[in-house]
């Protein structure tokens, strides 16, 4: 029979994977909105270095003065502009790992302040709808290191960025996306998956 | 771009403008209008320049470039530019005729009131040679802007490598001689005509 620091964790661990579960698609959603804006900003390094190794001079367009200066302006103001998106992108990202952290560290709190009445029948005792406590302590973990880690990665990735420095900026679109982990993601949506009854047991 | 001049004419209280005001202030609008314009034709002429950069390079592709006609395809991708670039020249014609009309009110007003013009701003606090340097700015830039899709609509087929296609393209799409400024100048016009509410 579950005593009440169990059952209490357990409710909070309920609420805690609800959390989870929208967290996820925001993040889900701002990540869908940031690809596009990372393939214009491969395409602008793209035009930029394009620009550089045409020699103007031997062109039909020799008869516009300042045209490489222009144009570099404005392809440099439109680099510009997307980096910008992204960072506001990247704020909400952060609010997703955020969100989630919180939630970890708190239940973790919880766990430790009720630790002298959980003996270790009591965090490990499953039954068909309702994993262990240990079980969805740990899942919980596991997707908080996960955002955690994606987002500094993201985050490192957008800093290391140059706007003269064309062959990264070209090639940040490809690393972005193979920082994708579908793996990982896939075991958060698993975890759900196997928790959905008792998500939706109140 | 919300409440276009269209819609603040409209519920304005000058409407009942006449004169060298009514003249100026449907002027701005006319810019306004005319940058839309030149703005949609852009767009629309980039999607052909892109299309007529993709028939190329998957032509070169196929055979040798300089031996074979070119094909239907790219000969009416490029007719189509042509169509694009022909309204082009169509809309800054147009502004042409905005600056003559803007030099006509200038002109009018030096007869009437001597050389140094109107001493009253007919608006907020712009002189009527305000009026008409701020347009003359904008004139330059979409002149020059011109010329170069004139020199990309003759020389984008011809293109001799991929990266001087894509200056033509980027040079096509970002507009590097029509200022960012310009825009801001733009906006000053709508503003100073009451287009826009202070």
Not at chain 1, 76 to 97: F, H, I, W
Not at chain 2, 167 to 173: A, E, F, H, Q, T
């Amino acid at each position: 029979m579950s005593t009440p620091a169990v059952s209490c964790l357990r409710e909070a661990l309920r609420r805690s994977f609800v959390t989870l579960e929208k967290q996820r698609s925001v993040w889900r959603s701002v990540l869908a909105e940031c690809s596009p804006l990372m393939d214009s900003l491969g395409n602008l390094a793209e035009q930029m270095s394009a620009l550089s190794r045409v020699q103007l001079s031997d062109t039909p367009l020799r008869v516009f003065p300042e045209l490489r200066e222009r144009l570099r302006f404005k392809l440099l103001q439109a680099a510009d502009s997307v980096l910008e998106n992204m960072s506001c992108k990247m704020t909400g990202l952060q609010a997703v790992r955020d969100a989630i952290s919180n939630q970890v560290s708190a239940i973790l709190q919880l766990y430790e302040q009720n630790s002298d009445a959980l003996d270790l029948l009591a965090v490990t005792e499953r039954s068909a709808t309702v994993p262990s406590v240990a079980d969805m302590l740990e899942w919980l973990q596991d997707a908080e290191r996960f955002y955690r880690q994606q987002f500094l990665q993201r985050k490192a990735l957008l800093q290391t960025l140059r706007l003269d420095d064309l062959p990264l900026l070209e090639s940040a679109p490809r690393r972005w996306k193979s920082l994708e982990s579908p793996s990982s993601d896939q075991r958060i949506r698993d975890t759900l998956c196997k928790l959905s009854f008792f998500m939706e047991s109140q | 771009m919300e409440g276009g001049p269209a819609d603040a004419a409209a519920n304005r209280k000058s409407s009942a403008l006449t004169g060298s005001a009514r003249k100026l202030k449907d002027n701005a609008a006319d810019w306004h209008n005319l940058m839309l314009r030149w703005d949609k034709l852009n767009e629309e002429g980039f999607n052909v320049a892109a299309n007529i950069v993709n028939t190329r390079r998957s032509q070169r592709d196929l055979w040798t470039p300089d031996e074979s006609p070119p094909s239907d395809e790219l000969q009416a991708e490029c007719s189509k530019l042509q169509d694009v670039v022909h309204k082009m020249v169509a809309v800054v014609t147009k502004m042409e005729h905005l600056m003559e009309l803007q030099r006509g009110v200038q002109e009018l007003e030096e007869f009437q009131f001597g050389p140094e013009g109107r001493t009253v701003p007919l608006f907020h606090s712009w002189t009527t040679k305000d009026f008409e340097e701020n347009c003359g700015v904008l004139m330059v830039d979409f002149r020059q802007e011109l010329r170069l899709k004139l020199v990309i609509l003759e020389e984008l087929a011809h293109a001799v490598n991929s990266d001087l296609s894509m200056v033509y393209l980027s040079c096509w799409l970002h507009q590097p001689f029509i200022r960012t400024q310009t825009r801001l100048r733009l906006e000053a016009l709508l503003l100073e005509t009451g287009h826009r509410p202070v």
